[in-house]
């Protein structure tokens, strides 16, 4: 059964950079797209970019600000979202595509979501 | 970026009930066109990939149907599992967007 666990500091200072891990248990990243998708408080959910186990992204909707990783060797995928500011709280969700062939079928095992609060 | 657009916003319905929400994008996204279900305080569960491909463990009375521009999910008799949030998703250009949920409250 493949899980995802993101972890991340609560609260975050305005202008920092947010740092976010999604570690993987119960597979491999080789072969699928893993995704990161926020929500505000009480709104809907906005993707903000996928990265494929090689290292290769998307083009992410916050692209200036966001920097994706992954590490195999530890079976993790990160986010960096630089310059952030209230606007940017929200529950961050971790996501795998629900195919190997590609990221268009959708993400079908999703992290709980952690929330980060931008505040001085 | 593609925009998508749900209706409607919210609906109240009973259980036994038949519902539809409809999904329309800006430009044609082809089939690829994902269905969510979201529940208050839970990550959003997979329900339909390719506009009308049901996820293994979804029960039947969820349906999905549409290409192009517009597309459609029906829940034919309605369950108390069933009273959530639904989101529609286009993963056929960059960036990939939702729409703004459909919340579907118990009558």
């Known amino acids: 059964q493949v899980q995802l666990q993101e972890s991340a500091p609560g609260l975050v200072k305005p202008s920092d950079t947010l740092s976010l891990t999604c570690s993987v248990s119960?597979?491999?990243?080789?072969?699928?797209?893993w995704t990161w998708i926020r929500q505000p408080p009480g709104k809907g959910l906005e993707w903000i970019g996928h990265?494929?186990?090689?290292?290769?992204t998307s083009n992410p909707s916050l692209s200036s600000r966001v920097t994706l990783s992954v590490d195999t060797s530890k079976n993790q995928f990160s986010l960096k979202l630089s310059s952030v500011t209230a606007a940017d709280s929200a529950v961050y969700y971790c996501?795998?595509?629900?195919?190997?062939?590609?990221?268009?079928?959708?993400?079908?095992?999703w992290g709980q979501g952690t929330t980060v609060t931008v505040s001085s | 970026d593609i925009q998508m657009t749900q209706s409607p916003s919210s609906v109240s319905a009973s259980v036994g009930d038949r519902v539809t929400i409809t999904c329309r994008a800006s430009?044609?996204?082809?089939?690829?066109l994902a269905w969510y279900q979201q529940k208050p305080g839970r990550a959003p569960k997979l329900l339909i990939n390719?506009?009308?491909r049901l996820q293994d463990g979804v029960p039947s009375r969820f349906s999905g149907s549409g290409s192009g521009t517009d597309f459609t999910l029906t829940i034919t008799s309605l369950q108390p599992d069933d009273f959530a949030t639904y989101y529609c998703q286009q993963a056929n250009g960059f960036p990939i967007t939702f729409g703004q949920g459909t919340r579907l409250d118990i009558k």
């Open positions: 119960g597979a491999s990243l080789g072969g699928y797209f």
């Open positions: 390719s506009a009308s």
């Open positions: 430009q044609d996204v082809s089939n690829w």
């Open positions: 996501a795998k595509s629900y195919d190997s062939s590609g990221y268009r079928y959708g993400m079908d095992v």
């Open positions: 990265i494929y186990y090689n290292g290769r």
